[in-house]
């Protein structure tokens, strides 16, 4: 089925740890994002791709990064987990162009203890 | 700054329609999207607006007034299943994503 996947689902973690939430997709987009949500709150950018071999910073970048090396995988990783990043995770996947639709998938709940 | 203001909850009744306000300051403009995300659940595409007026698609329609900085979306013929959060979110000048906090509708029988 064509998408985006997105592992672990759910994860708990302490605090300190390194932690990397894996993202690939199948429709061949050249954009990726990713994004956190958290209650009260709209949607945060992370950090985004453009095309294969960039990366940008979001709204929200500090703490995290991430990599592009091919145009399906978008990893997100927290190098020392804290506390006020538990949270969802979603990555989200567009085709650069008239409306930019974005493509999410299913989520990481994250927990830092 | 930039913002995107919409009410934080709203009830209606199975059958009839809801109007979803969004309002929204940003440094450019580049289109008005709204997303539908049901509880536990990622986004899913509603609609996309970049010209003013309504847009209608089945039974959700979406209107925009870029010199009001306003949208909504409307939802018409309610069903229990439209029981979920919608996020207004605006592209801005950068080509970057404003996202609302959402609204969650409630849908009663």
């Known amino acids: 089925i064509a998408g985006i996947t997105q592992a672990p689902t759910s994860q708990i973690l302490a605090a300190g740890r390194r932690m990397t939430l894996r993202c690939t997709q199948d429709m061949r987009h050249n954009a990726m994002y990713w994004y956190r949500q958290d209650l009260g709150l709209g949607l945060r950018l992370i950090h985004y791709s453009n095309t294969a071999g960039t990366t940008g910073k979001g709204e929200v970048p500090d703490g995290y990064s991430v990599s592009r090396a091919n145009t399906d995988d978008f990893p997100l990783t927290l190098a020392s987990a804290v506390p006020s990043q538990t949270s969802v995770y979603f990555c989200?996947?567009?085709?650069?162009?008239?409306?930019?639709?974005?493509?999410f998938g299913e989520g990481s709940r994250l927990t830092v203890l | 700054g930039q913002n995107i203001d919409q009410p934080t909850e709203m009830t209606a009744t199975e059958g009839a329609i809801v109007q979803i306000n969004c309002t929204y300051q940003?440094?450019?403009?580049?289109?008005l999207f709204w997303y539908q995300q049901h509880a536990g659940e990622a986004p899913t595409f509603l609609s996309y607006?970049?010209l003013d007026g309504l847009e209608e698609k089945g039974r959700f329609s979406s209107f925009l007034s870029r010199s009001k900085g306003y949208s909504y979306l409307l939802l018409k013929e309610l069903q229990m299943k439209d029981s979920a959060s919608y996020l207004c979110?605006?592209?801005?000048?950068?080509?970057?994503?404003?996202w609302g906090a959402g609204t969650k509708l409630i849908i009663k029988p």
């Open positions: 989200a996947s567009s085709v650069q162009g008239d409306t930019g639709e974005l493509f």
């Open positions: 607006n970049v």
């Open positions: 979110a605006v592209r801005g000048g950068n080509y970057q994503l404003i």
């Open positions: 940003t440094s450019g403009f580049n289109g």
